[in-house]
C-alpha cells in the first residue's frame, strides 16, 4: 500500500489507549513513531487487567498492541534531566509531538507547547485531552466509559426510561479509538498546512468534543426545542412507531436482525415477498407509503410475527436478495470472521514477538484501494538503544546513562 506519511517522525508521550492510537493510525500511514515510555514502569496499560481487555497470548496483548503497533520504544525518566535532553534532542528531529499527559504532568516533566518549540520551533504540538483545554474541568482526566460514553450523552442516548442500569459501551477502547483516528486525521491536516503556510499548529482534540460531535443530532434537536430525545422503553413495542421497516426484530432463536428502510412505501412490497406475506402488499392499510407511517405499529407487529417465526440464520440467507437496507446484529466473532471484512482487508495479519502470526483490526483508512501493512507492538523500551545510536550516542554514553537511570 501507499504509505503517504513516509518521512514523518512522530514523538510520543501518552498512555493507554487514547492518543497512542492515533500514533499507531500514523505508523501504519508509514511515520516513524517513537513511543516514549516511563524508564521503570512503562505504558501504565502494558499487563493491565480489566475485564476482557488483558487477554493476552504469549507476549501478544491486543490491549498494547493495537494502540502500538508498528512504532518503536525507548525508556525514559523524563524526570531526570539526561532524559530529557534526550527528549528535546529527539523533537528536534520530529514533525509531531503527541501527548495525553494532564497539563499539570506536562508542566512538571517540561513537555509544554514552549519546552517542545524551543527544540523545534516547527513541530506540531499535538493535545489529546479528557475535556479540552479550557473551562473548570481542563485539568482532570478521564477515560472513554466516563467522559466520551457517558458524559457525551451516548449512554444516556441508548438507556430505556425503565432500564435497571445505564447501558455500558459496546467494547473496551470504544470512544479511544475514534479519538485516535480523530487525532490523526487532524494530524494530517496540520502537516499540510505546515507544507502551506509554513506554519506549525497546536492540535487539540478531546474524549468530551468528540463524543458531543457523536451525538450532535440529538444535541443539536434538543438545544432546538428544549426538550431530551426520547428513548423507546424496554416493555414497549419492537417496531419503530414511524417507520415499520425500520427495527431490531427478534428471531425465533432470540438472535435479532435490523432493517433500516428509511423509505417504506418504496421497499414494503419486497420485503412482504422476503417474509412470505405477500398479502400484506395489497392490504388498504398498508398499500402506500403515507399509510404505511399512519400505522406504522400494526404493520411492525406482522413484520415481528414474522420474523419470529424462523430462526437468525434462516433470514441470513433469505434476506441476500432483500432490496432494502438490512445489517445481522453480530457479535465481536462473528464480525472479525464477516466474509465482507475479510474481503476489504479490515482484518489484518501481523507477526508477533515470539514469531507467531496474529490479527488486528487495521484502521478504516485505505491508500488505492490496500489494507495497511502492520507491524508489531514493541516490547518495553525495546528500541532504547538503537534510537540513542541513532542520536549519535557511543556506547559508553548510552551505559552512563543508563547508570544514572536517564534510560532504560
Known amino acids: 500500500m501507499k504509505t503517504p506519511m513516509t518521512g514523518v517522525r512522530v514523538l510520543e508521550v501518552a498512555q493507554f489507549t487514547y492518543t497512542p492510537s492515533a500514533g499507531a493510525v500514523l505508523a501504519d500511514w508509514g511515520a516513524d513513531v517513537i513511543k516514549v515510555e516511563h524508564a521503570v514502569t512503562g505504558d501504565a496499560q502494558r499487563g493491565l487487567q480489566i475485564g476482557t481487555g488483558g487477554v493476552a497470548t504469549g507476549r501478544f496483548q491486543p490491549l498494547m498492541e493495537h494502540p502500538n503497533r508498528g512504532k518503536r520504544s525507548i525508556g525514559l525518566a523524563l524526570?531526570?534531566?539526561?532524559?530529557?535532553?534526550?527528549?528535546?534532542?529527539?523533537?528536534?528531529?520530529?514533525?509531531?509531538?503527541?501527548?495525553?499527559?494532564?497539563?499539570?504532568?506536562?508542566?512538571?516533566?517540561?513537555?509544554?507547547?514552549?519546552?517542545?518549540?524551543?527544540?523545534?520551533?516547527?513541530?506540531?504540538?499535538v493535545r489529546g485531552s479528557a475535556h479540552g483545554q479550557r473551562g473548570p474541568d481542563a485539568h482532570q482526566g478521564g477515560y472513554d466509559g466516563s467522559t466520551y460514553w457517558s458524559r457525551a450523552g451516548s449512554a444516556m442516548g441508548l438507556t430505556p426510561s425503565d432500564s435497571p442500569k445505564v447501558i455500558n459501551p459496546p467494547a473496551g477502547a470504544y470512544?479511544?479509538?475514534?479519538?485516535?483516528?480523530?487525532?490523526?486525521?487532524?494530524?494530517?491536516?496540520?502537516?499540510?498546512?505546515?507544507?502551506?503556510?509554513?506554519?506549525?499548529?497546536?492540535?487539540?482534540?478531546?474524549?468530551?468534543?468528540?463524543?458531543?460531535?457523536?451525538?450532535?443530532?440529538?444535541?443539536?434537536?434538543?438545544?432546538?426545542?428544549g426538550e431530551v430525545p426520547p428513548v423507546a422503553p424496554?416493555?414497549?413495542?419492537?417496531?419503530?412507531?414511524?417507520?415499520?421497516?425500520?427495527?431490531?426484530?427478534?428471531?425465533?432463536?432470540?438472535?435479532?436482525?435490523?432493517?433500516m428502510m428509511l423509505q417504506p412505501g418504496r421497499y414494503w412490497a419486497?420485503?412482504?415477498?422476503?417474509?412470505?406475506?405477500?398479502?400484506?402488499?395489497s392490504d388498504e392499510r398498508f398499500d402506500s407509503g403515507e399509510k404505511l407511517i399512519t400505522n406504522a405499529l400494526e404493520a411492525g407487529e406482522y413484520v415481528a410475527d414474522a420474523i419470529a417465526s424462523k430462526p437468525y440464520d434462516f433470514w441470513m440467507e433469505r434476506f441476500k436478495t432483500l432490496e432494502g437496507q438490512w445489517a445481522p446484529n453480530q457479535t465481536a466473532l462473528e464480525l472479525g470472521n464477516d466474509p465482507q471484512v475479510r474481503a476489504n482487508g479490515y482484518i489484518v495479519a501481523v507477526v508477533d514477538a515470539d514469531g507467531?502470526?496474529?490479527?488486528?483490526v487495521a484502521n478504516p483508512v485505505q491508500f488505492d484501494e490496500t489494507p495497511p501493512t502492520l507491524t508489531r507492538g514493541p516490547q518495553f523500551a525495546e528500541h532504547t538503544d538503537a534510537i540513542l545510536a541513532e542520536l549519535g550516542r557511543n556506547q559508553d554514553e548510552i551505559i552512563d546513562l543508563k547508570i544514572a537511570g536517564a534510560v532504560t
Open 356 to 360: 507467531n502470526q496474529r490479527e488486528l
Open 234 to 259: 424496554l416493555a414497549g413495542p419492537a417496531t419503530n412507531p414511524f417507520n415499520p421497516t425500520i427495527g431490531n426484530y427478534r428471531t425465533s432463536d432470540g438472535r435479532f436482525v435490523n432493517l
Open 175 to 225: 470512544g479511544d479509538s475514534l479519538g485516535g483516528m480523530t487525532i490523526a486525521g487532524g494530524v494530517a491536516a496540520a502537516l499540510f498546512a505546515r507544507e502551506r503556510t509554513g506554519e506549525p499548529s497546536v492540535v487539540d482534540v478531546s474524549l468530551l468534543g468528540l463524543g458531543t460531535w457523536a451525538t450532535a443530532l440529538s444535541v443539536n434537536n434538543a438545544l432546538l426545542t
Open 79 to 125: 524526570e531526570h534531566p539526561q532524559a530529557r535532553a534526550v527528549l528535546l534532542e529527539l523533537a528536534r528531529h520530529s514533525d509531531v509531538f503527541l501527548t495525553n499527559f494532564l497539563p499539570d504532568a506536562r508542566k512538571k516533566l517540561g513537555i509544554e507547547v514552549e519546552d517542545l518549540r524551543s527544540a523545534n520551533p516547527r513541530i506540531i504540538y
Open 270 to 281: 419486497d420485503l412482504c415477498r422476503h417474509l412470505d406475506r405477500e398479502d400484506l402488499v
